[in-house]
């Protein structure tokens, strides 16, 4: 079983960074492991829709984005250390959710929640004015 833990959330004031980490461990019973998954994280702020924020392909590390983040967030991955971060900039109130990430399945659809099979418990991010 896959399991992902995010970290590096928290309290920023607007215009500031975070970078979040997400770590994997496990891998499928098909013995499929973290570097052969697209990744991504997704947001919820209260009351919204989960959105999708960012995604990372396993091989060529081709990078996608939410119509949202303009610039604002860039997302890598260190196949070495099992982990995928999201650095984020510019923040904006709007921009407090729980971040989440997920691994996918599949290489096709990366900003569609259903192309996801495992996903990591969150991390708050808030962002005052």
């Known amino acids: 079983q896959v399991q992902l833990v995010e970290s590096g959330g928290g309290l920023v004031q607007a215009g500031g960074s975070l970078r979040l980490s997400c770590a994997a461990s496990?891998?499928?019973?098909?013995?499929?492991?973290?570097?052969?998954?697209?990744m991504g994280w997704f947001r919820q702020a209260p009351g919204k829709e989960l959105e999708f924020v960012a995604a990372?392909?396993?091989?060529?590390?081709?990078?996608y984005y939410g119509d949202f983040v303009k610039g604002r967030c860039t997302i890598s991955r260190e196949n070495a250390k099992n982990t995928v971060y999201l650095q984020m900039n510019s923040l904006e109130p709007n921009d407090t959710a729980v971040y989440y990430c997920?691994?996918?399945?599949?290489?096709?659809?990366?900003?569609?929640?259903?192309?996801?099979?495992?996903w990591g418990q969150g991390t708050q991010v808030t962002v005052s004015s």
């Open positions: 997920a691994a996918a399945g599949r290489d096709a659809g990366l900003w569609r929640r259903d192309a996801y099979d495992y």
């Open positions: 496990g891998r499928t019973s098909s013995g499929r492991t973290f570097s052969s998954y697209p």
């Open positions: 990372i392909t396993w091989n060529t590390g081709t990078m």
